[in-house]
């Protein structure tokens, strides 16, 4: 087994900052709208701020850092074979930034985050909590949009247990501790890689963008 010796920064704050406050927001978005906690009127300020964090990340998968960037983690299935098959030798690299296989799981835990926040929006329990575009949609949409929620809220749970399965994997079989990196930004490593960092002006710029962007849809529809 390679020893690390080195400490590389792989994470940028803003990336960091979106991933635990994504998290949290999840966890009360369950807590308030499946098990009562707070008014309904908290899920739907959580979801906004979910939504606004999204489209964030998606500006920053373009825009950001070399290590949030997508070209630099979604990689073809060839690529997640070779690292599948490299990972399963005795001496495996440790990944600066997701591996090609985390990456899909990145993915899929931002696409169902999406779906499950764009649903919201359109969301009925026919009685009294109404998402802010029902007004504008039919009521076969709404019907739609409300079942996709209720669906994918199950998705994004199995997305969720995945991912923590995973990264508790890699922590006991691999000895690859995954989160302190995604608190402190960095991470002890066998060989350094040369990263590009953005800068956190433009991370607190896209997000002033995304959450004006939500708060006019909201404002709109009322
Ligand atoms: C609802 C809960 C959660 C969601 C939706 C979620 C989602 C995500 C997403 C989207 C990323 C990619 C980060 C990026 O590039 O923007 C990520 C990475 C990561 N998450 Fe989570 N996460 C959740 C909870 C957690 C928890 C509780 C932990 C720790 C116990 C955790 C540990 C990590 C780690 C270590 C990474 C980096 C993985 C790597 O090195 O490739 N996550 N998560
Ligand atoms: C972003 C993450 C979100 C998550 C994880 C989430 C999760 C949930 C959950 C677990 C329920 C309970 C469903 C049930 O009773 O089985 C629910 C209901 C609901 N949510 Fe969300 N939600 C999110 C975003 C939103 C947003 C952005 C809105 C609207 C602005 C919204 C509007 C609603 C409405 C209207 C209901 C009631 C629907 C019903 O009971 O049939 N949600 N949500």
């Known amino acids: 087994m390679n020893t690390p010796t080195q400490t590389q920064r792989v994470w940028d704050l803003p990336t960091r900052a979106f991933h635990w406050a994504l998290a949290l927001l999840i966890a009360l978005q369950y807590a ?3 098990f009562g906690l707070l008014d309904m009127h908290w899920h739907f300020r959580f979801g906004y701020v979910a939504l606004a964090l999204i489209g964030f990340r998606v500006l920053w998968g373009f825009f950001g850092s070399q290590t949030s960037r997508f070209r630099d983690f979604v990689r073809g299935p060839r690529a997640v074979l070779r690292y599948l098959r490299a990972r399963m030798s005795t001496n495996p690299q440790r990944s600066i930034g997701h591996n090609p296989l985390g990456g899909w799981s990145v993915l899929a835990l931002l696409g169902s985050v999406a779906v499950q926040a764009v649903s919201g929006l359109f969301s009925s329990d026919d ?3 109404d998402g802010p575009l029902v007004a504008h949609v039919s009521d ?3 019907k739609l949009m409300t079942r996709v929620h209720h669906w994918n809220q199950n998705v994004l749970l199995i997305l969720v247990g995945l991912h923590l399965v995973a990264v508790l994997l890699y922590w006991l079989l691999k000895h690859d501790n995954l989160i302190a990196p995604m608190i402190s930004g960095a ?3 066998t ?8 800068n956190v002006w433009l991370a607190i710029a896209l997000f002033a963008l995304c959450a004006a962007a939500v ?5 709109c529809s009322g």
């Open 215 to 219: 708060a006019l849809l909201v404002w």
């Open 187 to 189: 991470k002890r490593v």
């Open 32 to 34: 308030t709208g499946e």
């Open 140 to 142: 076969r949409i709404v």
């Open 127 to 129: 009685i009294d909590t």
């Open 191 to 198: 060989q350094t890689r040369e990263l590009r960092f953005a």
